[in-house]
């Protein structure tokens, strides 16, 4: 299944998370290479951002473990798997409403002491959003939907990752701005992110994704490259069909 | 929800028997108000100086509620509760300053150096205050984290008894009394009118550290970080802001606050006994609901206001009406203010954030 033989940067070996009494995840394995877009498909409550939480500490998984760049970050508190270079671009965006646009992206770069890199990442920031340059000092409350988009990504690339999780990018944007987001994951890529995002928009995801995972009630049933998704017949009938 | 339909009838200006009633009231308080300003004002009982002098009272004490009502409104922005027992954080400074005063009194450091002993006090009271909130928290209200809003509420209300009980039986029932500072005592004379040195102190500290406070909510990292919590918590925490570190911090900088108004207290009002927490805690909760609680411009407003209300109040409104020892009734003139205020304005003064958040 692997493309090639390197190490993972961001594996989870047969993860499962409970919420209480609840089992969410179940023995999911994912294993993520370097430069790759990788994405996760799956309809409503299928597990998704809890894949995604998971990854990132918040939630901690009741067995297996997840592993960054062959390190094992399950256990560690979500401040350090930040700071080890994993960060997020939450659903619907979730920016601090009542900060400038500024002061989000200050948020995005909380953990780091490289001031001089957190100033040319600010500039990688605005040269892929010019419009984030523009309302720097806006209240992030103030932003349109596409806007608010940006300043999320910015924020999250403000930590410098070299993974980076977005979940749902598509959720609650016009298709036009759905295109675009989808144009920008694959700049992030191409300047050397791995990405790993979350979606229901199959048909999006797989067109700009190297390889698919599909999970249905929290366990994966199915993954492969995209093109072998995007083809295969169950795929058709269980999530592309019902798009579009 | 509540607020979810009067704002659905605002919006359809339909005016049913309860907003008919509010109106009413309103236009009574108004006209109580303006009758009794108006006789009072007229008939000439105080002159303008006992005016100012009331009125710079008032100011001096309202910024001591202010510094304690900047503790609940901190800790109600963060998680959404109030803590009762802030007033005793607030006590325990200006207790534990006391016994610091004291023995630099008895040393007679108190008046060969009082810059510095006066440093050293407010350094105690800072640190003893600071120790009681952050102590607090970790006893008695994370654990509590995640359970229902009323939980820590309560507990917050038995934690204020517990200290409360816990001052009272190390120290004693008895008042306490601050060592009087010589080179505050007296009067300055500002822009034409005078002013006791304490209340100049008392006003001029509050509102430094109210500044600092400021800035460093606004401006440093870690009142960023602050305020992302208070925003939203699971955000705060995906982007590697440690929650429970940040949450130390409000209780934290919200005891340092009250540590400074147990200071301020005991410079201006001398005395201390374990139950000096109650009627200022009270008051300055007051006060940040007043203000609009959760905004911190609105804990200073509130706290100022609510000062100058029950100072100038009973002369300025209830002489007026012809209330008999009017001079004794500052506190009913405080908390009727602030029904008045929330009859007007639900949210409070600066408050506007409320109930869009709830909704």
């Given amino acids: 299944m692997s493309t090639t033989d390197a190490t993972p940067v961001l594996e989870l070996r047969s993860v499962s998370t409970h919420y209480g009494p609840i089992q969410v995840l179940r023995d999911v394995d994912v294993a993520i290479y370097p430069g790759e877009i990788v994405c996760l498909l799956?309809?409503?409550?299928?597990?998704?951002?809890?894949?995604?939480?998971?990854?990132?500490?918040?939630?901690k998984p009741s067995s297996g473990s997840v592993h960054l760049e062959g390190q094992r970050i399950s256990g560690l508190p979500t401040t350090e798997v930040v700071e080890r270079g994993i960060s997020m671009v939450p659903e619907n965006r979730r920016l601090f409403k009542r900060m400038t646009v500024r002061?989000?992206?200050?948020?995005?770069?909380?953990?780091?002491?490289?001031?001089?890199?957190?100033?040319?990442?600010?500039?990688?920031?605005?040269?892929?959003?010019?419009?984030?340059?523009?309302?720097?000092?806006?209240?992030?409350?103030?932003?349109?939907?596409?806007?608010?988009?940006?300043?999320?990504?910015?924020?999250?690339?403000?930590?410098?990752?070299s993974v980076l999780l977005m979940d749902e990018p598509s959720m609650g944007l016009a298709p036009v701005l759905v295109q675009q987001n989808f144009d920008i994951i694959q700049q992030i890529n191409?300047?050397?992110?791995?990405?790993?995002?979350?979606?229901?928009n199959a048909n999006m995801a797989l067109s700009i994704a190297d390889r698919g995972?599909?999970?249905?009630?929290?366990?994966?049933?199915?993954?492969?490259?995209?093109?072998?998704?995007l083809s295969n017949p169950e795929m058709q009938r269980a999530y592309l069909g019902q798009i579009d | 929800m509540a607020q979810a339909t009067t704002t659905a009838r605002r919006r359809t200006r339909r005016l049913n028997p309860i907003d008919a009633f509010l109106w009413l009231i309103r236009i009574v308080a108004v006209v109580v108000i303006l009758v009794g300003l108006t006789n009072s004002l007229t008939s000439g009982r105080l002159s303008a100086q006992q005016w100012r002098d009331l009125m710079v009272f008032g100011v001096s004490q309202g910024s001591v509620y202010a510094l304690i009502a900047l503790g609940y409104t901190l800790v109600y922005g963060v998680l959404k509760f109030i803590n009762f027992a802030h007033g005793e954080v607030f006590m325990s400074s200006t207790m534990i300053g006391f016994f610091a005063a004291d023995a630099l009194a008895r040393s007679g450091m108190w008046n060969d150096q009082p810059i510095v002993s006066l440093f050293i006090v407010l350094i105690v009271c800072m640190l003893t205050s600071t120790l009681v909130a952050i102590t607090l928290e970790r006893v008695a209200y994370r654990p509590l984290r995640g359970s229902p809003r009323l939980v820590p509420l309560i507990t917050s209300i038995g934690a204020s008894f517990f200290l409360q009980y816990t001052f009272a039986g190390l120290f004693g029932v008895g008042t306490r009394s601050w060592p009087q500072?010589?080179?505050?005592?007296?009067?300055?004379?500002?822009?034409?009118?005078?002013?006791?040195?304490?209340?100049?102190?008392?006003?001029?500290?509050?509102?430094?550290?109210?500044?600092?406070?400021?800035v460093f909510v606004e401006r440093t990292r870690t009142g960023r970080a602050m305020r992302a919590v208070a925003e939203d918590q699971e955000t705060a925490a995906l982007m590697g802001i440690d929650v429970n570190r940040t949450i130390v911090v409000v209780f934290g900088v919200g005891g340092a606050m009250a540590g400074v108004a147990g200071f301020l207290w005991g410079l201006a009002f001398q005395t201390v006994f374990f139950f000096t927490g109650f009627l200022p805690g009270i008051k300055a909760f007051t006060a940040a609901v007043l203000g609009g609680i959760g905004n911190i411009a609105g804990a200073m407003v509130g706290g100022i206001s609510l000062g100058i209300f029950e100072q100038v109040g009973p002369s300025a409104v209830l002489a007026g009406l012809g209330v008999e020892g009017f001079n004794?009734?500052?506190?009913?003139?405080a908390f009727t203010a602030l029904v008045l205020v929330l009859i007007f304005r639900p949210s409070g003064i600066l408050g506007e954030r409320l109930s869009e958040e709830r909704a």
Avoid: C
Wanted: aromatic share 8%.
């Fill in chain 2, 328 to 333: 004794q009734l500052k506190d009913v003139v």
């Fill in chain 1, 190 to 200: 191409q300047a050397g992110t791995t990405v790993f995002v979350v979606e229901q």
């Fill in chain 1, 103 to 161: 002061e989000n992206l200050e948020i995005g770069a909380y953990l780091r002491s490289d001031r001089d890199a957190v100033e040319d990442d600010y500039e990688r920031v605005f040269e892929l959003f010019p419009r984030v340059k523009e309302r720097l000092h806006q209240r992030a409350g103030t932003l349109s939907g596409g806007e608010q988009q940006m300043v999320a990504v910015g924020r999250a690339l403000m930590a410098r990752p």
């Fill in chain 2, 181 to 214: 500072v010589e080179i505050l005592q007296g009067s300055w004379q500002f822009l034409g009118f005078r002013i006791v040195r304490t209340q100049a102190v008392v006003i001029l500290a509050a509102l430094a550290m109210m500044a600092l406070l400021y």
């Fill in chain 1, 42 to 59: 799956g309809g409503n409550a299928s597990g998704k951002t809890t894949t995604l939480k998971t990854i990132l500490g918040y939630v």
């Fill in chain 1, 213 to 229: 995972y599909v999970l249905q009630t929290g366990r994966i049933v199915l993954s492969d490259h995209s093109d072998a998704l």
